[in-house]
C-alpha cells in the first residue's frame, strides 16, 4: 500500500487550518529538494521526505524503524513527497534501469533542521520546548526554531546550542535546512499527516515527543529567569482566572470568591497574574476575581516567570500560566472539568470532580470546536452545561490548597 505520492514540480500544503496553536499560518515555503543525491537526482526532509528525479526512475522508500516500505513506484520528471510530514526514519532508494543509482538513510548528523513552534499559546510552547532539544540531542544536528519574541526569551539562556529564528525572518532563514517540522496538534484529531497519535490520549505534552520520535516521558523545560531578585516581601500567592474558552473556566459561581477568602485570611497576599482582567465573548464575560490584587495587564513573561518562582504556590486552570508555574518549579492547584488529569503535567494538586460529567477535551468521541467559545460538546443549552467546574467547589479546592500548604510546611521543618 502506497502512503506516499507524487507530483510534478514542486511546492508544499499548508497544515490543516484547524491547528492549535499554529496561527494558521502556511509552513516555511519550499521549492525543489535543496540536496543533490545523485544526477538528476535530489532530496531533503523538509515538511516530509521529498524526492525529485529527472527523467525516469523507480524510487522507493522505507521507514526503517517500522520495516515497512513507504513508496515503490516508477516516475518521470517529478517528486515523490511522503505523506507523513512528521519525524520517520526513512531511507531513499533510487534505481535507473534497474541499477541502485542512489541511496540515503536519514542522518541529520552536523545538519541543519528546523521547527516551528506556535508564536503566542504559552502553555504549548512550554510543555513542547524541551523535546526539541532532545531532538538535537539525538541527532547531533544544528537545530533552528521560531516562535513568538517573548517566549523564546524564557529559553534563550537555558538552551544556548539552540538557534532562533524570528517568525518574520522565516522564510529568509529556510535554506540550507535538511529538515523541518512543525510542531502542534491538528485538526480533525483524526489527522495522520501532521500527527502519528491522537494527541487526546496522548496528552498534551507527550504529542511532540512522538511527533519528533524522542522518548515520550514527561519533561520540565528549564527556563532562564533573568530577574532572580524577590521584589515582594510577603508571602503571596498567584492566581490567574482567565481561558480562551467558556469550558476552561473554572464555572463555580463562588469558587474563587470563597478560594480568595481563605488565601488572604491565611495571611496570603492574592496577586491575580491574568493578562486581562475582564474577558469573554457576547452574553459571556469573566472578571478578576473579588478580592484579589490586580496584576493583569500585557506583561513580558520573564516579568511572571519571576513573580511565580517567588510564589508560595500557584492555583489557576489548564492553561499557559499554570504551565509557566510548574516550569519554573511552583506548586500547582490546577483546577480543570474538561480535560482529564493526564493532559497537562503531572502535580499533586490537581482538581477534579468525577461526579460530574468531565474530560471532554480527552473523548476520541469528541472534537473539541475552538471557533465556539461556549463549546460544550455533550450539554451544550442544557442546565448541565459546564458543570465538569461548575461542581467544583470552594471547598474542593481549599482542602487542596491545605494540602499544599502542609507540604510547605513540612518542607521547611525538614530543610
Request: aromatic residues 12%; hydrophobic residues 35%; charged residues 20%.
Amino acid at each position: 500500500m502506497s502512503i506516499s505520492s507524487a507530483r510534478d514540480g514542486a511546492g508544499t500544503q499548508a497544515p490543516s487550518a484547524g491547528a492549535v496553536g499554529l496561527d494558521n499560518q502556511p509552513f516555511v515555503r519550499l521549492g525543489d529538494p535543496l540536496f543533490e543525491g545523485a544526477p538528476g537526482v535530489s532530496y531533503d526532509f523538509n515538511y516530509g521526505c521529498r524526492v525529485k528525479v529527472e527523467g525516469r526512475a523507480r524510487v522507493r522508500l522505507v521507514d526503517r524503524d517500522a520495516d515497512v516500505v513507504l513508496y515503490d513506484n516508477e516516475i518521470s520528471d517529478a517528486m515523490v513527497t511522503s505523506t507523513k510530514r512528521y519525524y520517520v526514519n526513512v531511507r531513499i532508494e533510487v534505481f535507473r534501469d534497474g541499477n541502485l543509482v542512489f541511496e540515503h538513510d536519514f542522518n541529520a548528523r552536523g545538519r541543519k533542521v528546523y521547527a516551528r513552534l506556535p508564536v503566542s499559546t504559552i502553555g504549548d510552547v512550554l510543555a513542547w520546548f524541551p523535546y526539541v532539544e532532545a531532538f538535537r540531542k539525538k541527532h547531533g544536528c544544528e537545530m533552528y526554531l521560531s516562535t513568538g519574541p517573548q517566549l523564546w526569551s524564557l529559553f534563550a539562556d537555558t538552551y544556548p546550542e539552540l538557534h532562533y529564528v524570528r517568525p518574520e525572518d522565516e522564510d529568509a532563514a529556510a535554506s540550507g535546512f535538511y529538515a523541518s517540522y512543525f510542531l502542534g496538534i491538528f485538526f480533525p484529531s483524526s489527522d495522520r499527516t501532521h500527527q502519528p497519535v491522537d494527541f487526546r490520549l496522548s496528552g498534551l505534552q507527550r504529542t511532540i515527543a512522538w511527533l519528533l520520535g524522542v522518548p515520550a516521558q514527561e519533561c520540565r523545560p528549564r527556563i532562564g529567569i533573568r530577574e532572580t531578585s524577590r521584589r515582594i516581601a510577603e508571602p503571596y500567592v498567584c492566581i490567574a482566572a482567565q481561558a480562551s474558552s467558556q469550558c476552561k473556566y473554572w464555572n463555580n459561581p463562588s469558587g474563587w470568591y470563597e478560594t480568595v477568602k481563605f488565601l488572604k485570611a491565611q495571611g496570603y497576599r492574592v496577586l491575580c497574574i491574568d493578562r486581562d482582567a475582564t474577558a469573554g465573548e457576547g452574553m459571556h464575560w469573566n472578571h478578576i476575581p473579588y478580592g484579589a490584587e490586580d496584576f493583569t495587564g500585557q506583561l513580558p513573561l520573564q516579568d511572571r516567570a519571576s513573580l511565580l518562582k517567588h510564589a508560595q504556590f500557584f492555583v489557576g486552570l489548564s492553561s499557559g500560566l499554570s504551565w509557566l508555574a510548574w516550569a519554573v518549579g511552583t506548586p500547582v492547584v490546577m483546577i480543570s472539568g474538561f480535560t482529564h488529569p493526564q493532559n497537562e503535567f503531572d502535580t499533586p494538586y490537581r482538581v477534579i470532580n468525577y461526579h460530574a460529567c468531565n474530560s471532554c477535551w480527552n473523548d476520541t468521541a469528541v472534537e473539541f470546536d475552538n471557533r465556539n467559545y461556549l463549546w460544550c460538546p455533550r450539554h451544550a443549552g442544557t442546565e448541565r452545561q459546564f458543570e465538569c467546574s461548575r461542581i467544583i467547589t470552594a471547598g474542593q479546592v481549599i482542602g487542596t490548597i491545605k494540602r499544599v500548604i502542609d507540604d510547605l510546611n513540612a518542607s521547611r521543618a525538614n530543610a
